[in-house]
């Protein structure tokens, strides 16, 4: 596709001595070339990035430029970098919206002849962008249908899973990473149109930035996964690449929700794998890394499965086994009346801070004799001894185990509060 629109653009630039580009209908830059006039910061940002910036996006967007039919221009905004003004011409295809093609004022008017000779243009890219996006969703959703056997339970399935997907190029052998980017709060049903609809658009942004064949997504009904491939690449580099992925990832999708919701985002991240047959592992490594994240609220908003600490091991338990392992005491304390929430948070944020008294009332906005008190009731509704390592030990793994299990079940019916 990329090569006849170059050619496109290239016979065009060079009959009528002008800049050319098209981009595609959500502003990436597919094909363009040498420039012939004036440019700006705008054109130079769309080259070296292969797309425009948020900025200029919501300006297109305010112009209404996605309804034209025709020629329109674009007036300049210097204060996005939008110095020189842009003639366009949209490129659809039975009336969908496929993209653009671009010319600078800087070049000259555009008479009528070449007006009519960018709409020649815009068909034809109409007509190769139509017939590449088929073609490109029949292999994607192969693909897609790959991956889901990448990561099922079948070993005969996910062999021939491999064979596949290296043999059609859509991957590539070598050390292979997860990403896992989810939204919302934990919830077993299916995510709206709009949720999954931010996770496409955020996930398949970041598998821009890899090569051809070395990444791989796939959304789920509750998540997306992007699966990437380092082929003849150190150990050191693929943590530091990955780590700049899961954050564009969780940037894109908290920008595709909008500021209402960025808070609602995170993204997982599995440990690197030497071989794409261990895929899977890392993809629900990711999955632990992203679910704990969510759940927990402690360790930001992108979480590493290496990095979880035991939270690792807690997230491998099911909730009936992190509830049955909770202390008897501290599990009497969390399941009866709210008002003890208080008591609840105020160990949290005690043992969190290793025991330091003076640091945790600090951090609660309370007196040390307040939080002396507190801890004491807390002691003699619990039977814990805080004085005590091991009962320190079971009651800080015994509040994250809540975290990762709640909401918490009764023991014979619901109790009262504690006396």
Not at 161 to 188: R, S
Not at 192 to 197: H, N
Request: net charge negative; glycine share 8%; charged share 20%.
């Amino acid at each position: 596709m990329i090569s006849d629109l170059q050619q496109l653009v290239d016979a065009f630039g060079s009959r009528f001595e002008r800049s050319v580009a098209i981009d595609d209908a959500h502003l990436r830059l597919l094909a363009y070339n040498g420039h012939t006039g004036e440019v700006d910061d705008m054109r130079v940002h769309s080259i070296m990035h292969r797309e425009v910036p948020p900025a200029l996006a919501h300006y297109l967007a305010t112009r209404e430029t996605a309804r034209a039919t025709g020629l329109f221009t674009v007036t300049p905004n210097p204060g996005i970098g939008l110095t020189v003004e842009r003639i366009g011409m949209p490129i659809r295809y039975n009336g969908a919206l496929l993209g653009y093609v671009w010319l600078v004022a800087s070049d000259g008017p555009v008479p009528a002849r070449t007006a009519e000779a960018l709409g020649e243009t815009a068909q034809q890219a109409a007509l190769i962008l139509h017939r590449d996006s088929l073609a490109a969703e029949v292999s994607m959703s192969h693909a897609r249908e790959l991956i889901r056997d990448l990561m099922s339970d079948g070993e005969r399935l996910r062999t021939q899973a491999i064979d596949a997907l290296i043999e059609e190029g859509h991957a590539v052998a070598g050390p292979v990473v997860a990403l896992v980017a989810v939204v919302g709060d934990a919830h077993p049903e299916p995510l709206s149109e709009r949720y999954r609809l931010a996770m496409d658009l955020a996930v398949d942004h970041t598998r821009r930035r890899l090569p051809p064949s070395r990444a791989l997504t796939l959304t789920r009904p509750d998540h997306a996964l992007l699966l990437t491939s380092w082929p003849r690449t150190r150990a050191e580099s693929i943590a530091a690449h990955v780590a700049e992925l899961a954050d564009v990832l969780r940037t894109k999708l908290a920008a595709e929700l909008g500021p209402d919701q960025e808070a609602q985002t995170w993204v997982g991240v599995g440990g690197s794998r030497p071989r794409l047959s261990e895929a899977r592992d890392s993809y629900r490594e990711a999955m632990s890394a992203a679910d704990v994240a969510r759940v927990t609220g402690a360790l930001g908003q992108v979480a590493a499965y290496p990095q979880l600490g035991v939270y690792a091991l807690l997230a491998q338990m099911t909730p009936e086994e992190l509830a049955a392992g909770i202390h008897p005491g501290l599990r009497r304390l969390l399941i009866s009346c709210p008002g003890n929430e208080v008591l609840v948070q105020t160990l949290r944020v005690y043992l969190d801070h290793a025991g330091d008294a003076q640091r945790a009332a600090a951090a609660l906005h309370i007196h040390r004799s307040t939080l002396y008190q507190r801890l004491r009731r807390v002691e003699e509704l619990t039977g814990l001894d805080l004085t005590s390592g091991d009962d320190r030990l079971a009651a800080h793994l015994g509040l994250k185990m809540t975290q990762l299990a709640s909401p918490l079940p009764a023991e014979g019916g619901a109790l009262g509060e504690v006396e």
